[in-house]
């Protein structure tokens, strides 16, 4: 199976994903992973006293080695501006990721929840975005595309702030149709992802992703309802619509 997943920038990828990622690769899956930024727009450039296009340059870097360390099957990072999607035209969007889904033909593509988790509008652009091409490219015979999952918190029943003062969103039990337990090789690889990068180990730390995470990562589906939730993104997908 083939999976790719979106995200506007470089460590959306780590702050969870990398685990599942990970579980999917020992499976003998094609992993592929689409970043919209290179988050040079970062806070964390005026400590280092870098502009937005070096600090976008040091975080490519650290993705690199993240690609390195996870075994990606391909990476595919992008120059839109980090903090300004919700400024784009968002065909442009569209149509070069549209592009990319066509070349690679996934059959399950993955973003964020409508939420975004953290809010961020470079989240909501793509839930947006994503979630228009699933249904476009479905549209125009794209039968190969199965299966649209959105990445999600369940409720801890208490709110939930990072130390920056965001208050991360989550889904109700009954949307969410997928958790993906994970073991010990899993979190360890997580880890390891989140120390590729180096200039982020503050907010890394801060926000406390490894003990929020615990030892389960949940998601939607787009229109299924699984009832009980499944353990794997690409349990029980549905069946090829043939014309």
């Known amino acids: 199976m083939r999976i790719l997943y979106i995200f506007p920038h470089p460590d959306d990828e780590s702050f969870g994903p990398a685990a599942v990622m ?9 992993v592929h992973l689409l970043t919209w930024t290179r ?3 970062t806070k964390q450039r005026h400590r280092l006293g870098l502009s937005i296009d070096e600090m976008g340059e040091v975080r490519y870097r650290e993705m690199l080695a993240v ?22 035209d968002p065909r442009e969007l569209e149509r070069a990721t549209g592009a990319h889904i066509l070349q690679l033909q996934p059959e399950v593509i993955v ?11 470079d989240h909501l652009v793509a839930h947006a975005v994503v ?6 490219l479905r549209e125009e015979g794209a039968t190969w595309l199965r299966r649209f999952a959105m990445l999600t918190l369940q409720d801890s029943g208490e709110p939930v702030f990072l130390e920056q003062g965001i208050r991360l969103k989550h889904s109700t039990d009954e949307e969410i149709d997928c958790v993906v337990p994970l073991d ?5 690889m997580m880890t390891s992802c989140l120390r590729c990068y180096e200039t982020y180990q503050q907010t890394i730390e801060e926000s406390g992703v490894v003990e ?15 009832d ?12 090829p619509e043939t014309s």
């Open 67 to 88: 690609e390195k360390t996870l075994g990606l099957t391909s990476m595919t990072v992008w120059d839109y501006p980090d903090s300004g999607l919700k400024e784009m």
């Open 111 to 121: 973003t964020y929840a409508v939420h975004g988790i953290s809010g961020f509008h």
């Open 39 to 41: 988050g040079g727009a």
């Open 212 to 226: 929020k995470v615990g030892r389960a990562i949940p998601f939607e589906f787009y229109r299924e309802n699984c």
């Open 131 to 136: 979630k228009r091409l699933f249904l476009e």
């Open 228 to 239: 009980p939730p499944v353990e794997d993104l690409f349990a029980g997908l549905p069946r």
């Open 22 to 30: 990970h579980q999917q690769l020992g499976a003998g899956h094609e």
């Open 184 to 188: 010990d090789a899993d979190i360890a």
